[in-house]
């Protein structure tokens, strides 16, 4: 028989090799249910001379749809075989070979080539030497509808209604854990090609048989709930005399029942037990637990079939699997949040009020004297006390006293049930009888669902973002090994000193973009000085600290710096006020920076080294290539947001985030930019003319759009001549650059293109108004008064060199730069002469020689040396002699030097 080609997946591109004359056979699992059964199809559609063969037996449900549609669906009965005659396994929704039945023993037999479509997680268990095409996504239908849709192959209704089904029922609707973007994706096509829903409707709920009823009865009555550390997991036994199909839709009906997280069904049936698991929690890894009792599946749903053991027997292994397997439940100290805001309990009303508006908090732990918790004061209390004139009064007259709280060794579980039983949305943590963290309900929603979920996002289909060992291959592929060595001996000190230290800012941001940044900001849990000097002693630097603002700055003998921060928090007392800083924990660190884009962090201590922190959906936001503030005040307390805004929508081709410029035109509309320091709008205004070409130009089209240009200076807007200016800094300025030389800003010229319209006059105040530096402020002056008239200059009639030289040598380099850009083809060539022809050009003689002369020192010395280099520079001497006898002429006249 003539073998179709196969597809390789999307990691090689290609198509498998294939020799003639072959028999391929397409299997799934035993206990075939419909993601194998609409898998087997997907492969057949791949491989058309292929035969399916089932593997052994087949669920209830998915028996009687074959019945049904016997005529469109063509299986070939195993004892029709010639196992000798099989060269080529297509295994779909399996990668185990003792869950191929009686065809087990041909993986590895010489001469059989496997390939393996699947989306398990892999296990110790699988089959090797195989061609794997598996992806990690919610039904093993998906993977092969993905090849079928690249490839362009037609299906029909009929097969969208099956593959439907496949994916619906491995997913539960899109519902469990392990459901992708892919998956929803594939349903969506496969409504469009004409999945019947009524068909769907009907197989996926099927009605029990009698006997099904009559084992889940038995179940029931069997079912027990032990605690595996810290959780619940239901445990329920029964003995039937004849095998019962369906254990898994009965194990999962039970779980819909009892309403339950975690559930094990053992049912001894004919001399075996079928073991079911299914979870809903993390903690609890299906396929992990059932691999031990040599079966599997998926993280929330598997089976296993254990021969020759009693009931009795195979509960004792499970439960030893349990203990094994599932993972300790989080604990209030891993997600508190801390250290926590407390207020004394003679803090005045007025003083706790205002304290809350500052941070934003809904309620205060309060303490006594020494410390200790005695109650917590909400801002409904404050509200009511101060609404009846009582501002005045101690917060312990108001505060609850009957307060509940937790130790740091509190389950979530327990944690979850103390808040639905009191309704309250944070528990103090305490040690001893002093308050250590808080748990809110937000700290509970994120251990339970990923950091994102409370940004309604789970990125790449994983609720953690990307995994530790794909944030330490992106650190290998993009930093050179200099900085992964630093990132190294970062986490050595880290861990030797007893240290949380992450990796943040800017730097994981480009990383995770693919952008290159080598500056390493790095923040600290506790005393970020301390540690920069145990880094600085492990790396032989030096340390500048400053220990007002809890940070430091360590020097390495190259020069490179590694800016470290004690993890802090800020607040701000007024409308575009510079912020007030406290201590904190990372990530109220992370909370108060500009955008989700730059809040996120890599961990770098021991065991945790890669981990990626994303506690405001910053990930998500790269991936919609959208700049979002983290709160609505964000542009009120700091309007400097405005403008890095705008940066880094321009810098990354992103956008601003629908609300986040609807924010940033009310806070412009406020006027609030214009309580900003001079100082601060000067330093964002250097960062954004600093960017590359063209960025600059449109970072100056947004704020006017925007609104903020004018905040700048009310006679600025875009005009076309100053699209033209940023036309030609465009088109020159990486060659301007080039010719002004090593140190000249390049931001001046850009800035100078957005300023040349206004009177010099007032270019001038503006510039002393923002706080330039005085050099800088001169090099910005000469590109808006000298360089316009000596382009006109320069482009006009032919000058010679020392002309050229004149006009040039008063120029700063930037304002060389500038003029290079503005002018036309003569005035570039002239600057490029200068610089490379005539600038440096040497004297041979000097003042020395003049001395020598017999002239007296004096301001002629200058005048005479000028005119020889103009001579010089002209062509009309040449040679130390010839400068002499200029020079002597121009000191003496006609009468020598006596």
Known sequence: MAASPGPREAATGGEAEIAGGRLEVILGHVNVDFDALASMVAAKKLYPEAVMVFAGSVNRNVREFISLHGDVLEFMDPRALDAEAIDRLIVVDNRIADRLGEFKDLPGRPGVEVFVYDHHPPSPHDMRDVKDYGEEVGATTTVLLKIIRRKGISITPFEATLFALGIHEDTGSLTFAGTTYDDADALAYLMREGA?????????????????????????????????????????????????????????????????DVIFTLSEMQGRVVVVGISRLSQVDVNEVLAGLGGGGHSKAGSAVMKGVTLGEAEKRLRAELEKKVRPLVTAGEIMSGPVRIISEDTSIAEASRRMQRTGHTAFPVVDGDGKLVGIISRKDLDKAGHHGLGHAPVKGFMARDLISVTEETSLLEIQELMAANAIGRLPVVRGDKVVGIVTRKDVLRALHGSNYLRGFAPTGRAAGLTRSEVIDLIGRSLPGEVQGLLRALSRVAEEGGYEVYLVGGVVRDLLLGYPNLDLDVVVEGDGIAFARLLAGELKARVRSHRKFGTAVVILPTGRRIDVASARTEYYERPAALPTVEMSSIRQDLFRRDFTINTMAVALSGGRFGELLDYFGGLRDLERRQVRILHNLSFVEDPTRIFRAVRFEQRYGFQLEHQTEILARRAVEMEIVGKLTNAR???????????????????????????????????????????????????????AMGLAGEGAKKWIPSLAAMLEELPEREAEKWCHQMRFRREDVEALMQCLEKVPGIVGALDGEKLSPSEIAGFLDPLSAEALAYLYVLGGPGARKSVENYVRKWKDIPLEISGHDLSAMGLKPSRKYAEILARVRDEKLDGKVKGREEELALARRLAFGGRGNG
């Open 196 to 260: 019947n829903l009524n068909v769907i409707a009907h197989f996926l709920g099927p009605s029990l048989t009698p006997n099904q009823h009559e084992l889940m009865k038995r179940l029931l009555a069997g079912l027990e709930t032990i605690r595996v550390r810290g959780l619940l997991v239901a445990v329920a036994k029964a003995r039937m005399e004849e095998y019962v199909e369906g254990a898994s839709v009965i194990a999962g009906k039970l779980a819909e029942l009892e309403n339950l």
């Open 681 to 735: 709008v000067r330093d964002e205004l250097i960062d954004i003319f600093s960017e590359p070409c063209p960025l600059p130009f449109k970072a100056v089209e947004r704020l006017q759009d925007l609104g903020a240009l004018r905040t700048l200076h009310p006679d600025l807007e875009v005009t076309k001549a100053m699209k033209e200016r940023y036309r030609r800094l465009e088109r020159h300025i990486s060659k």
